[in-house]
Each structure stands twice: as C-alpha cells, then as structure tokens.
C-alpha cells in the first residue's frame, strides 16, 4: 500500500544482468520503484513478499531458448498469487506470437526486444495506472459496502428486538427491504398500564435516504410517546410539524399509527394516508381501516383526525406497506397476466388460508407468497405488522 501511495512499484523479471541493469535505470529515471528478479522462483517469492504495480518480464529464462515455456507457464502462478497484478512481457520480434499468447493468459501488454525507453516507460506506466484505478475502485465500493452494512445493522437494531407481550394480542412483523436498508419500518411502544402502540410508515424513496427519513420519524413517534395514549392527534400533529421541518418538500410519509387498550380490546387510530389495513373478523368478514388524515409532510399545518375500532377474540388485523400489494408478476403464467399486482384481494385470500398458522409466522409465511407471486427480487421494500386479538 506504502507503494502504491507513493511511486508506482514495478518487478523486473530477466536472467540477464545487463538487460535487468538497464530496465532499473530505465524505469527509475522515470520514478518508479524498481526491483530486480532473475528467475520464476524470484519473481514468485518477490510477489509474496510486497505489492507492486506491475510486473515487466521477459519470457525465457533459459539461456539459447525462444519458446517462451517459462514464462507462460509463470503467468497462472503470478494471478494465483495477486489476481489483479499486470504484467507487461518481452519478447523479441521472432517470438511476438508468443508475447500475444502471453496476452491471452493475462499479460495486460507486451513490450519488443530491443526496446525503446519512451514506449516502455508508456506502457508500465498505463498498465501500472490501471492498477491504480482498480484499487481505487475496489477500496471505494469496500467503503460502500462497509458503510451499507454497518447501516444495516443500525436499522435491523432500531426495529423491535422483543415483541410486546399483552394479555389479550399478540403481535407479529416481518420487514424485506428492496436494498440494504429501506423507508419501511414499523414500531411497538409499550405505553404501560396495558397499552400498546403500534406504527408502521413508508417513507417516500428507497435505500439509504428512505432509511434516514424513517430513522428520523421513528425517534420523533418515541419522543412523543408518553402523550400518545391520551392525545393521539395531538401527536401526530406535533409529528407532522417536525417532520416537515426536517425534510425537502418532495419527501413525504405514509403512517398507520394506533394504541391498543388491553382492558376495551379497542383499537384508536389515525391513518395519514396510509394502505388500508385489513381486518379480518373472526366470523371470516372484512372491513378496511382507512385513510382519516394526509400524509406526513405534505403540509406544514393540518388536523388529524382519529378513528377506533372494536377488536373481538379471533379477529385478525393486517397492516402493511403497499410494496406488499404492489408487487407485480414480471412474467404472466396461467391466468396471470405478466405485469399483475398482487393486490388486496390476493393478501386477503393468502391470509384467509393461513389464519390457523401461528402468529409467529404469518408476517413471514405471507411475504413468502408474495415473493412466489412477483419473484424474489423485492421491487420495492415490504413490510406486514399483523396482530391477533387472544381467544
């Protein structure tokens, strides 16, 4: 690395004394960093030893021979040792087949015997710069890689690591982000004295920008949390104000945002322009929980409006994000038509047939259904929240 920063390193392979003397002078005249070796065995244990840029070497090693044998057959070994090292070879006019042999194992380039200083120093030096490039590239997308990871295991420990546990619910959730991370999430907050909060969000654009956007509403829902069980709408006023704040004005959220009342088994909401979720009675009816409000961050003032429902043993609710419904079949089969969505319909059949399956699982047993549906690359991220209402 050390040489990589500084000048460019180069390896000189040849069995001759006075050819490696001039390539030193040669190449160090025009600043690089040259070492000398004058067998395959040298070359190799060079290699092993330290980095370098490039590789200049002749292809006999062998006094009074042309064929070129050694240095071919050093070509695989130098690759098995640095897989992007360059090598430019020599080679005099009578074995340029050769040289072009060479290139087809890996040489990158090839330079004639008797050479030309001017046309060698050029072609170390482009062969050494793409070295540099390569690097480069490969230390830059480490970098992005390192970065997507660790930004993944925030966003996995900012959702729920312990699901809530009530006396009449239980709850479930399963999120597949269409990237390294996403703008879905969802969030439980124990509200105490039997209360559960429970929200699930969308925020608009993917990938690392969406991650942020939840992050930030996520912390301002908890900041606001000991007001949510008295004051719903005044929170996510309060919510949207600061949201709106903090965000471009093309950015926006979706939210479905509850609180659950063990003692009523009743459900207060407000749904800022969330998907409707799905409720599904135990006697196997259906209704919708829909929008009551805008969404986030389309407008800096506004009045929430907040809705409640009922919940009675059996009863099953589906809360999800519309990557979930949205999901298309890229390729049509059956009487599926290539380019279908899910759809509403399809997550309620899925989850008709599944409702005796623990709860545990359904999250992830219904994004698997999806999955089958439209493939297994997410389009977009999908999140499910599903909560049962205890027999």
């Known amino acids: 690395m050390t040489a990589t920063l500084a000048r460019p390193a180069v390896l000189v392979a040849d069995d001759q004394p006075d050819v490696r003397t001039s390539l030193h002078l040669a190449l160090k005249c025009a600043g690089f960093d040259a070492q000398m070796a004058d067998s395959p065995e040298a070359v190799l244990t060079a290699i092993a030893g330290r980095r370098y840029d490039v ?61 030309d200083n001017a046309t060698l120093v050029k072609t170390v030096s482009a062969q050494a710069q793409i070295r540099r490039d ?31 546990r009530l006396a009449t619910l239980e709850c479930a959730a399963q999120c597949h982000e269409a990237g390294a991370v996403g703008g879905d999430g969802y969030d439980f907050i124990d509200l105490g004295a039997g209360r559960l909060a429970v ?6 654009g993917k990938g690392m920008p969406g991650a942020l956007l939840w992050a930030h509403l996520q912390a301002t829902l908890r900041a606001q949390a000991t007001a949510l069980g008295r004051d719903l709408p005044g929170v996510i006023e309060a919510v949207n104000r600061l949201f709106f704040a903090a965000t471009a004005p093309e950015h926006f959220a979706t939210l479905f945002l509850g609180v659950y009342e063990d003692a009523s088994r009743r459900l207060r ?31 800096e003032e506004w009045t929430p409006r907040e809705a409640g429902v009922d919940l009675h043993p059996g009863d099953t609710l589906l809360i999800y994000s519309d990557g979930v419904t949205e999901a298309r079949r890229l390729q049509g089969g059956g009487d599926i038509a290539d380019g279908a969505e899910f759809g509403e319909e399809r997550l309620a059949a899925a989850l008709a ?11 992830a047993s219904l994004l698997a259904e999806v999955e089958a549906f439209a493939g297994p690359e997410p389009q977009d991220d999908r999140t499910i929240v599903l909560l049962q209402v205890r027999p």
């Open 134 to 164: 390569r690097n480069g590239r490969n230390e830059a997308q480490a970098l992005r890689t390192r970065d997507l990871d660790g930004a993944r295991r925030v966003q996995s420990r900012l959702q729920p690591q312990n699901l809530p």
């Open 55 to 115: 590789v200049l070497m002749d292809l006999n090693y062998a006094r009074d021979t042309t064929s070129g044998g050694e240095g071919l057959d050093l070509l695989p070994r130098i690759k098995a040792l640095d897989q992007d090292l360059p090598v430019v070879a020599m080679t005099a006019w009578a074995t340029i087949d050769i040289a072009i042999e060479a290139m087809r194992r890996g040489a990158g380039d090839f330079v004639l015997k008797p050479w």
């Open 269 to 299: 909401y407000i749904n800022c322009g969330h998907n409707a979720p799905l409720l599904i009675r135990a006697n196997g009816t259906r209704e919708s929980l829909g929008s009551t409000s805008p969404a986030l961050g389309l407008m």
């Open 199 to 204: 929200a699930l969000g969308d925020v608009s």
């Open 353 to 363: 047939r599944r409702r005796r399956e623990a709860v545990a699982g359904l999250p």
